[in-house]
């Protein structure tokens, strides 16, 4: 995107945020890779009609990871007048950059796992408005307390290192985001969610400054790593039985429900003609649908259930 | 449903429809029953909190069909404000009967099926309105001319015997409603589709009675098992390939897309508690999503994604 920053006057921010996320990237993807063993990330660069374009890297088939994928973009151009009504800021013109991943290993013993970290430009003038958003959320299917712990422990410490963030706040939008109406459940045991943060949205809360908040995204970027590997060496070893591979495929299902019917992200960009393939890298590959299929009581899949049912406070 | 028509004042045209759909429930469900051999289906009645309730009946693991549902219910009670301004006729109040189905063979040669039949009320008094929608439409995995040109004829056939039905119009109907915008192709072959049917919708064309239009909606449910049986006797035998089955699972991706992001009724449905499991039962098992996947050149791939681009008229 770096050679269209001239004729579309990209702004520093957002040259900034877009290379921060292209070099974290590289480093997640290579984190991964050691971590599989054996998987390599594809690289896919593409661009987009509007402006900009992006670089979707999957892995498919590791040794620990079955399908994942992770995307940076940098797209900007004009907004739906209907789109651009939803979002802060006058005007059509829009700046986006971000990085987006989801990690579906094939043991239901490993946490499929999902992060995102973006920064928004929209309105131009006196009306612009720019702010920040992300998090990341982990979906078990067997559940370990330990690895929620750590998982939950890493976002609450990276939140406490700035003050830009609030770990109450971001943990309960983030359990709140993800619950699956017609389930009754959550995608998964969350971790954390935020939007608009470095946005004056004129609720009297205090405004962190967009240099502040760019700094706790790219702690909380880099915490990404330790946030999940450690997960991922601690149980990638273990074996499993057909019947928990077929609750995880089960499972999943729930995971497609979410992100077709409810993730804000995903239908947007697929009726707004986004990039088909990078937005549908989120979906799990296989996946099972059963009908009326139930957690068998006082086994590890009714305890998941519970946690998906009624969040817990894990730290 | 029949003990509570008396409460609930349920008109004599609600309680005939539903007894035809019921009726017809039978029919097809020992029809394919009997196309499968040994697959049998299992019977779930169920209630609604707000008003009415269902059969849904099942089938898992048959020696043709791999998972496959056949619904009916009756439902009634008052809409949502915001649904209510949606459908024609004055006030909240809304009674439905209808049977819906979608049936998912095992083998890449036999191609799923969907169909549904509904009639509805909605409002009172002088406002109230009343009419039928329903159709029915083919998703071949592996394109065989003589199966499409078959289902597409039967439709024809029986909407020539009703003057309440436009065959050239529904076929269209049909073709635009199942198209997937992110794909840029339909779910399937189509076949017929329809809505409003016997309502008076002011664009000054001719309406149809009612009577009439039951008369074609029987005609037309009754038409579905030969519509669509006689195409799983002529591939029920053949024998496939790893690779077609890997190339149905990649395809059925496409169909969850298509029922979670754009089907009217299954997003309706989720999203104002309905049953879960009878609305989800249209969604197959297993699936597979791969990263870019594309049909080979020279293909039955390429042939298949080429009508799903671009329409045909079959006879």
Redesign the interface.
């Known amino acids: 995107v770096s050679n269209s920053s001239e004729e579309t006057a990209i702004s520093e921010r957002g040259q900034k945020t877009h290379d921060f996320f292209l070099q974290v990237q590289d480093e997640i993807t290579a984190a991964l890779e050691r971590a599989d063993g054996t998987g390599r990330f594809v690289t896919?660069a593409w661009s987009r009609e509007g402006g900009g374009g992006g670089r979707t890297r999957?892995l498919?088939d590791g040794a620990v990871f079955e399908?994942g994928?992770v995307n940076v973009s940098a797209v900007f151009g004009d907004l739906s007048e209907g789109f651009a009504k939803e979002l802060p800021g006058s005007g059509r013109r829009f700046y986006a950059s971000g990085i987006s991943l989801v990690i579906h290993p094939r043991s239901p013993h490993v946490p499929t796992v999902h992060a995102n970290f973006r920064y928004l430009e929209k309105g131009e003038g006196e009306g612009a408005s720019a702010w920040f958003g992300g998090g990341s959320d982990l979906t078990p299917w067997i559940l370990y307390d330990e690895d929620a712990i750590h998982f939950h422990r890493t976002w609450k410490d990276v939140c406490a290192r700035h003050a830009a963030a609030d770990h109450a706040h971001f943990k309960k939008w983030c359990d709140d985001y993800f619950f699956i109406?017609?389930?009754g459940e959550r995608r998964g045991i969350g971790g954390i969610f935020f939007d608009y943060l470095g946005l004056d949205r004129g609720d009297e809360k205090p405004v962190p400054n967009l240099d502040d908040v760019f700094r706790f995204i790219e702690d909380a970027a880099r915490c990404f790593v330790p946030a999940y590997v450690p997960i991922v060496e601690r149980r990638k070893h273990q074996t499993y039985t057909d019947e928990e591979r077929a609750w995880q495929?089960i499972r999943r299902?729930r995971y497609?429900?979410f992100n077709?019917?409810y993730d804000r992200g995903t239908?947007f960009g697929?009726?707004t003609?986004?990039r088909?393939?990078s937005?549908?890298?989120s979906?799990?590959?296989?996946?099972?649908?059963?009908?009326?299929h139930r957690p068998r009581p006082g086994t590890y899949e009714e305890a998941l259930v519970s946690v998906l049912r009624t969040p817990r406070d894990w730290v």
Do not use: C, F, N, Q
């Open positions: 896919d999957t498919t399908k994928g109406p017609h389930r495929l299902g497609v429900e077709l019917v239908v697929l009726k003609k986004g088909t393939e937005i549908l890298m979906l799990p590959s296989p996946v099972h649908w059963a009908y009326d």
